[in-house]
């Protein structure tokens, strides 16, 4: 009695309701109380009355809600609110009639059933009747077409959430619902990109599909959810078109018919492509199979698939509670547990098309089979990267929590302080250690103050704590021992370089002004000269010499090199700052200024704040390689400027980097600079070098060389013992000869090395026990002569004289040729001049005075030889490939246009040098002594040089000078006289 009173309180409370909530709560208080006390129904048709009136009570409260909501299971109160003891109180029919429009519009129609009216009328009149269960029919053949994309929809699968947004297909599935036939087929799309909710063929779509039941649908007005249930497979017939749209149709026709519409719009309507709503399907039948041992065990495999997948997806283990028959078991039915077993995969749409279109049970399981296991390595796999990443994150926290632990253990025993109060501790004991400049005290007192003040955790700490890092691991005061032996500083340069007697000198005098002084001042050296020469390894010499030990280690060092040995552009050395790989060399320019201020991040001191600080020294040898390639001011910065303060004694030792923000002393460094070609460096940065020429080899130097130097030494770093191989002196003539012609050494040494590693190799291989190379063999270990030949001309024609040049390379020699480029049909014509063989303007110039001078001279110790008044003359320099440039050509130019004007020979075996001026003076130019090298070189006898170059011969050394004729000459008078020694011409005497 009392629970009966509480299902009238409840049904009193749903009256009462004002809201949709507290409707909710009353009606699932009710609906508990009616499932769990099935006594209270007495009889059926006692309380009919009371249950119709409840009914329209609650479908009038549906209808009075915002939301558009139709719910099969709610509308009729046939499964979820009447079913009392497994009997219905009304059926279909009384369901029916509550079918129509709320307040708000929203239509509510029975989805249980197809009754009509009449069916209805007879359910009042007859209980029974209006009890019977609803029933899927077996056979509805034309359904609407509804379209998925990613999965099909399995028959006897639970309910699967659908949104429609089309207007044509809601107003149809608005229609069916209403009429009570919540049906449709579902079939899958072809292409998965294709997001069209109605197709206009049949080719877009598989043909097999399945038959659901919608079993709920919200109306949001311009789209539908709902909420579907597979039954069956079907495949279509045909598209069927909608009787709506026919009733349409014909109404269109019927305005169309009208005379006043114009005939294209009929036209144009019949083109247009109709959508297929409605298809004409039929039922696939399941086939009949046998249940045998093979198809039980094909089940079971399926399940313990499954059961293992379930054991490791928690969502699988969900959705298959959700689908489980509660009827039958599922090992009792294949089919289900086929389309089961495939919905729980993440397989392709293709292949789960073909378990939906495949009628064989024992393929199907097949199938399934397959998928289930590619889904199950899936999962494994899934569950093994999650545990990775979650084992990584324990581990991690795992790390700092027992970090944290011990941090606050120590911190109560007093075993370690705060990180702040270590950290000032740390830069205090540093100090100790130096003996800091007054003004750089005081920076890092203010800044050890501001630290303490500071979070530990803050961003500003940080910077403060490197800036402090780097104040304290400065060498403030720290200087290495200097050595001023001078027998020992000759002895260390003589064992490692061959002849470079400036160079040495000057190092000498270094060490004797310090020893007298005794202090050391930093001074700047520039080394020029071509390559290969020994500039840079001498450099490393002078640091032994001045027990500034050369190191390649990671480890505090008392020389730092700074070289840059591949050209590249300053813009690069300045703006990035790489080191090498040793540890121990730096870019060229980089280290002049930071590249950003302390404040900003990864900010850090210049390179050579970096170096001193790797050295703790102040004195260390920087070593700046090929400081000729600098490059030019631009937006990153002007490394001049830099290079400016940097290498000025006066300034240099109030040296600022912007990051240390304090004066760094680097008066104490001794600078050495190397240089291929000095023109290119910038006047007031050579002005404040002392520059220092290292000239090239010659034969006899080379051959020592490596006689001395570069056979021993490559034999050492090959592993071979003395004896075992051995070079004679006339191949290494031969060597130098014909294929080492270069002023330096290194491609020297490259080919010993060369002979060497091959000699090794037929060593090792048992192919001899000592070899001798001479000769005759040398072109087995180095290939093929170079230069076979040793000048363009062996005889001078007339025209043709040889000259003498230096280049970044050295001193080497040259012809110039000079021929007419038409024959002299007339003498009345002027004549012209053509200029070839890549010459640079200095050197246009010179031809140009060259060919005035030449008519002049001819003219008046010739006055019978018209010749240049009316040739037509082509000067060319051979090698048009390499650019030339300079004045020196000058007497060389002269020479050859009056040789070809007189038609005779200079005297042979003779090469010049010198500038020519209009007037016949014959002035002083440079590179001498590579010049005289190169004519050693090149086998000449007789040489001419200006009078004003008399010292620079004589300065030469005395294997060099040995074996030449050197004529000495003012004026081109003197000099034709020595080309032409045969030629008798008037007024020789005369110089005017």
């Known amino acids: 009695l009392n629970k009966t009173k509480l299902v009238f309180i409840g049904i009193i409370q749903l009256l009462i309701s004002s809201t949709s909530v507290q409707f909710f709560m009353a009606w699932r208080l009710l609906r508990r109380l009616l499932i769990t006390a099935p006594e209270l129904v007495v009889g059926k048709a006692e309380l009919l009355g009371q249950k119709r009136k409840f009914a329209t009570v609650c479908a009038v409260l549906r209808c009075s809600s915002n939301r558009k909501v139709w719910n099969s299971d709610f509308g009729s109160f046939r499964d979820n609110c009447c079913i009392i003891n497994g009997s219905h109180f009304w059926g279909k029919a009384y369901c029916a009639s509550f079918s129509g429009s709320g307040e708000n519009g929203s239509n509510y129609s029975t989805l249980g059933g197809e009754a009509s009216s009449q069916e209805a009328k007879s359910d009042r009149d007859d209980p029974a009747a209006a009890l019977a269960p609803v029933v899927v029919p077996n056979v509805f053949p034309v359904v609407p077409l509804l379209l998925v994309g990613r999965r099909p929809v399995f028959p006897k699968t639970t309910l699967t959430i659908m949104h429609i947004i089309n207007p044509s297909l809601i107003h149809l599935l608005r229609r069916k619902v209403k009429l009570g036939q919540p049906y449709a087929g579902v079939f899958l799309k072809k292409d998965e990109n294709n997001e069209k909710e109605v197709i206009e063929s049949l080719s877009e779509i598989y043909n097999v599909g399945t038959f659901v039941q919608i079993r709920e649908m919200q109306d949001f007005g311009d789209r539908l959810g709902m909420v579907l249930e597979g039954h069956r497979r079907i495949k279509i017939v045909r598209a069927v078109e909608d009787d709506s749209t026919k009733a349409d149709k014909e109404e269109q026709d019927s305005i169309l018919n009208q005379p006043d519409v114009a005939k294209s719009e009929t036209d144009d309507s019949k083109n247009d492509k109709k959508p297929i709503l409605l298809v004409e399907t039929e039922n696939l039948p399941e086939l009949k199979y046998e249940y045998t041992e093979e198809l039980k065990a094909m089940t079971q495999e399926i399940l313990k698939t499954v059961r293992d997948i379930a054991a490791i997806n928690p969502l699988i283990r969900e959705t298959i509670m959700q689908n489980l028959p509660t009827t039958q078991r599922v090992v009792d039915n294949p089919v289900f547990l086929s389309d089961l077993g495939c919905m729980l ?104 103050q501001k630290l303490s003040f500071l979070d530990p955790h803050s961003s500003e700490f940080n910077v403060s704590r490197n800036y402090l890092d780097w104040l304290t691991k400065m060498p403030w005061g720290r200087q290495t021992e200097e050595n001023f032996d001078l027998s020992r500083a000759k002895t260390v340069l003589d064992n490692d370089h061959y002849g470079m007697d400036d160079v040495k000198e000057r190092i000498f005098e270094f060490i004797a002004v310090s020893k007298m002084k005794g202090s050391v001042q930093g001074k700047i050296i520039c080394l020029h000269g071509p390559p290969g020469v020994g500039k840079t390894s001498i450099a490393r010499s002078i640091a032994t010499a001045l027990n500034r030990e050369v190191k390649f280690d990671p480890s505090p060092m008392n020389e730092i090199e700074i070289s840059q040995l591949l050209v590249f552009s300053i813009q690069r050395w300045w703006y990035d700052g790489r080191c090498r790989n040793q540890g121990t060399s730096v870019s060229t320019c980089c280290f002049f200024y930071p590249k950003v201020c302390r404040t900003y991040v990864g900010s850090m001191p210049g390179k050579i704040i970096q170096c001193l600080k790797k050295v703790m020294s102040e004195n260390p040898l920087i070593l700046i390689d090929e400081i000729d390639k600098i490059g030019h001011a631009s937006y990153h910065g002007d490394p001049t400027s830099a290079l400016l303060e940097l290498l000025d004694p006066q300034q240099n030792c109030n040296f600022l980097d912007h990051y240390l923000d304090v004066a760094v002393d680097l008066s104490k460094v001794l600078f050495i600079c190397t240089a291929n070609v000095i023109n290119t460096i910038p006047e007031p940065l050579r002005d404040r070098m002392e520059m220092i020429e290292v000239s090239g080899y010659v034969a006899e130097e080379k051959l020592n060389i490596a006689k001395k130097y570069l056979i021993p030494q490559t034999m050492a770093e090959c592993g071979i013992k003395d004896g075992i191989i051995s070079i004679e002196n006339n191949s290494l003539e031969l060597l130098i000869k014909q294929y080492c012609r270069e002023s330096g050494v290194r491609n020297l040494r490259k080919q010993i090395e060369k002979i060497l590693r091959k000699g090794a190799y037929k060593l090792t291989s048992g192919q001899a026990e000592r070899l001798v190379i001479t000769t005759e063999n040398l072109h087995e270990y180095v290939g093929k002569p170079i230069f076979i030949h040793d000048r363009l001309y062996d005889y001078t024609p007339p025209g043709v004289v040889m000259g003498m040049a230096w280049t970044g390379m050295g001193g080497s020699t040259f012809f110039i040729e000079t021929s007419t480029r038409k024959s002299q049909e007339s003498a009345d014509k002027e004549g012209s001049m053509v200029i070839t063989g890549h010459l640079g303007d200095v050197m246009k110039e010179s031809v140009l005075i060259a060919h005035t001078f030449a008519k002049q001279f001819v003219g008046k110790h010739f006055p019978d030889n018209r010749f240049l008044e009316s040739a037509q003359l082509h000067i060319h320099v051979p090698q048009g490939g390499v650019p030339k440039d300079g004045p020196s050509a000058g007497c060389t130019l002269v020479s050859s246009i009056i040789s070809l004007a007189l038609g005779k020979s200079v005297r042979q075996n003779i090469a ?51 074996g030449l004729e050197v004529h000495f000459v003012d004026h081109y008078s003197d000099l034709f006289k020595i080309l032409f020694p045969s030629m008798e011409m008037s007024n020789l005497s005369d110089r005017e």
Not at 923 to 949: D, F, H
């Open 345 to 448: 995969t993440s397989a392709k749409a293709e292949e789960m098309q073909n378990v939906l279109e495949e009628m064989n049970i024992k393929s199907r399981l097949m199938m399934v089979l397959g998928l289930l296991k590619k889904e199950h390595e899936i999962s494994k796999l899934q569950a093994k990267i999650g545990k990775m990443v979650e084992d990584k994150v324990k581990q991690q926290h795992k790390k700092h929590l027992l970090y944290e632990q011990l941090k606050a253990i120590k911190k109560e025993l007093g075993v370690e302080k705060e990180d702040k109060d270590a950290v000032v501790e740390k830069f205090q004991e540093r100090l100790k250690e130096l003996n800091v400049p007054a003004h750089v005290k005081e920076v890092i007192d203010e800044e050890l």
């Open 912 to 962: 010049m040098t010198g500038e020519i001026s209009l007037t016949g003076k014959i002035l002083p130019v440079g590179g001498i002594k590579e010049k005289v090298i190169a004519a050693r070189r090149a086998e000449v006898t007789c040489i001419v040089l200006p009078e004003g170059n008399r010292n620079d011969f004589f300065d030469l050394p005395q294997f060099i000078a040995t």
